[in-house]
């Protein structure tokens, strides 16, 4: 069973839209982080937030807001007034406790074009 | 530069040539992982280390692959015979694990190799 699923493969929005990517997610472990990295077209990860299981605060940078709530297992990330720049594959993660954190399971990623 | 370094940042072969990749991670990381991403999928765990001890290599995915940390520094992954299925990007992540120590990941840029 995958532990992390994102169930949008490919969103299309145009520029200045919201856009929700989803992230749905499955551990046994208490405590866990939880991740979210952007991939650009140039292949590098570049990492956006990490998320401690215990902090269920929503958290907001900039046009970026993400949306932790266990009682569903999932950690939503939105992008507010999307910009071309934001073109890009998103990857959802998690680490658990029983493994120190040391394996960090990504789930298959959302495919994100912002079209202008 | 102080991030986690890869050489080289891609690597075509033919089909049964041998491949070594290296890692240089961020100096005080005492910990060092290999993930590979195949294309549409997130990064896969593959093994890691501990200095220069190796502590997991189950999710190695044949016996063609190896890893090495010799001096607990930078670090090689070997494919031999190489396979067309093995064409792939290989990431490289190091942390910094013990005492106060998040043991978060930093990721490089990934080594992007096609088997022809």
Same mark, same amino acid.
């Given at each position: 069973a995958q532990k992390v699923t994102q169930a949008q493969t490919e969103i299309s929005v145009v520029e200045k839209e919201d856009v929700t990517l989803d992230c749905v997610y499955e551990t046994r472990d208490t405590t866990y982080y939880l991740f979210w990295y952007k991939q650009p077209p140039s292949g590098e990860l570049v990492f956006l937030i990490r998320r401690n299981s215990f902090d269920e605060q929503n958290e907001i940078s900039g046009r970026y807001s993400w949306n932790f709530q266990k009682s569903t297992s999932s950690f939503n990330f939105t992008i507010t007034?999307?910009?071309?720049?934001?073109s890009a594959v998103y990857f959802c993660a998690l680490s658990e406790a029983e493994t120190s954190y040391d394996k960090v399971i990504f789930g298959p990623g959302t495919s994100l074009s912002v079209i202008p | 530069d102080t991030g986690v370094s890869q050489d080289p940042r891609h690597k075509i072969t033919k089909r049964g040539q041998n491949v070594t990749f290296r890692c240089d991670p961020? !100096? /005080?990381? %005492?910990r060092l992982y290999w993930y590979r991403q195949t294309l549409g999928q997130g990064p896969e765990f593959l093994t890691y280390f501990q200095n220069e001890a190796q502590? /997991?290599? !189950? &999710?190695?995915? !044949? #016996? &063609?692959f190896s890893a090495e940390r010799p001096k607990g520094s930078f670090s090689t992954l070997e494919i031999q015979?190489? /396979?067309? *299925? #093995?064409s792939a990007m290989y990431l490289c992540a190091s942390s910094l694990y013990g *005492?106060?120590? !998040? %043991?978060e990941q930093f990721f490089g840029p990934g080594t992007r190799l096609t088997v022809l």
């Open positions: 007034a999307s910009q071309v720049v934001d | 961020i !100096s /005080e990381h %005492n502590l /997991e290599k !189950s &999710r190695l995915l !044949s #016996d &063609r015979r190489t /396979e067309q *299925g #093995d *005492g106060v120590a !998040s %043991n």
